[in-house]
């Protein structure tokens, strides 16, 4: 058990510092202006990019929205299983929302590495992986 929670702290400790980092350049932003967004000083800051502890979830959310993380990558980090699709369109019945997802999820992955997929194709490919995901899932939880 214990092995698994500093393996499970480590890899989250990994991912976290790689993503503040990937997205504070993207965003063109300061160590500092992140930090003063946040509301902690640049040394805290500084350890939090550099992989030392940030455990503290309120300060965490803060960086998540300061840095413009999507919830897949805030769910990627820290190690939770993805949202369903049903989820997805359970909690989010809001057409821009939707749109928003879609695009920011695996639509717009495919979109940008093969652009000469028509949208009907596309579509058939997303309904058959989420098919494909969905019985993955029953089978992995012993439902065939």
């Not at 790689?18 to 500092?32: A, N």
């Not at 369903?84 to 057409?95: G, P, R, V």
């Not at 821009?96 to 000469?116: C, H, P, V």
Request: net charge neutral; charged share 30%.
């Amino acid at each position: 058990m214990k092995n698994n929670i500093a393996s499970f702290c480590e890899n989250y400790q990994k991912k976290l510092r790689e993503q503040l980092r990937k997205h504070r350049i993207k965003l063109e932003l300061t160590q500092m202006e992140v930090a003063n967004a946040v509301g902690k000083s640049l040394d805290t800051y500084q350890r939090w990019e550099s992989g030392k502890c940030l455990t503290d979830i309120i300060s965490l959310l803060n960086v998540f929205q300061v840095l413009d993380f999507s919830t897949t990558e805030i769910i990627d980090i820290l190690g939770l299983p993805p949202l369903t699709l049903c989820e997805i369109k359970a909690n989010y019945q809001n057409e821009d929302i939707l749109k928003n997802i879609e695009e920011n999820g695996i639509y717009f992955a495919i979109r940008q590495k093969s652009s000469d997929i028509d949208d009907f194709t596309l579509g058939k490919l997303l309904v058959l992986l989420s098919e494909e995901n969905a019985k993955r899932l029953k089978s992995k939880h012993g439902n065939p």
